[in-house]
């Protein structure tokens, strides 16, 4: 229930600032060669937030479909590289028909590097009931989410599952751990008393 509640007060606010994502052309049948030019501009021109409006605009005067996966693709990983709303590229996705991992990892990594870092825990269990597996490049960006979150027992479970599929040898998520980790020395730390602040807990090493 809550993922949902996320997810249609996401959409609500991409459809309130972006009243173009609720049309989608649908009496247009899909071209591929528009698909095709909408993406070229995507790689090529969208340089802004604005602009990539205007080509996003462009593709549903035109009937290329947000339901198209490489059309719904680009789009969502220029909106996350141009750091745009989320709330835009959720909406986006949540219309792609069969997202890849290349297209969730990229909603995850969004939500990572957004202020709002949970979302991206709800999507890593969508992506589960979904049946799509994670790969070496999700659970770098979701245990930076995790991290952001404070959400540090999550934290410990997705390094167990990452672990257990044979991650554990990668040196970005070595790395994503222990700034999980880090967070949660931070968060005892400062729940410590004033006087003892100075010392870390025992067997946790020197700290900086």
């Given amino acids: ?3 949902q509640s996320v997810s249609s007060t996401l959409a609500h606010n991409a459809t309130k600032y972006f009243p173009f994502l609720t049309s989608t052309s649908q009496e247009n049948p899909i071209k591929p060669y528009v698909v095709k030019k909408c993406i070229a501009l995507l790689l090529t021109c969208a340089s802004s937030i604005h602009k990539l409006k205007q080509i996003h605009a462009f593709s549903v005067r035109h009937g ?3 339901s198209n996966p490489d059309m719904g693709k680009h789009l ?5 590289s141009l750091s745009a709303p989320m ?3 959720h909406n986006i996705f949540s219309q792609i028909q069969n997202p890849n991992i290349f297209t969730w990892n990229t909603m995850v990594r969004g939500y990572a590097e957004s202020e709002n870092p949970r979302p991206a825990i709800e999507l890593y269990h969508q992506m589960h009931l979904s049946s799509i597996e994670p790969d070496t490049h999700t659970y ?3 245990l930076k989410a995790i991290a952001k979150s404070m959400a540090v027992r999550e934290g410990e479970k997705v390094h167990s599952i990452a672990v257990r599929n044979g991650f554990e040898s990668l040196t970005h998520l070595q790395l994503a751990m222990s700034f ?3 967070k949660q020395i931070a968060n005892v730390l400062a729940r410590m008393e004033p006087g003892k602040q100075q010392k870390a807990p025992t067997g946790l090493g020197p700290l900086g």
Wanted: net charge neutral.
């Fill in 1 to 3: 229930m809550h993922s």
């Fill in 64 to 66: 290329a479909l947000l």
């Fill in 76 to 80: 969502i990983f220029t909106l996350v």
């Fill in 87 to 89: 709330s835009y590229a």
């Fill in 140 to 142: 770098p960006f979701l």
């Fill in 180 to 182: 999980v980790l880090s």
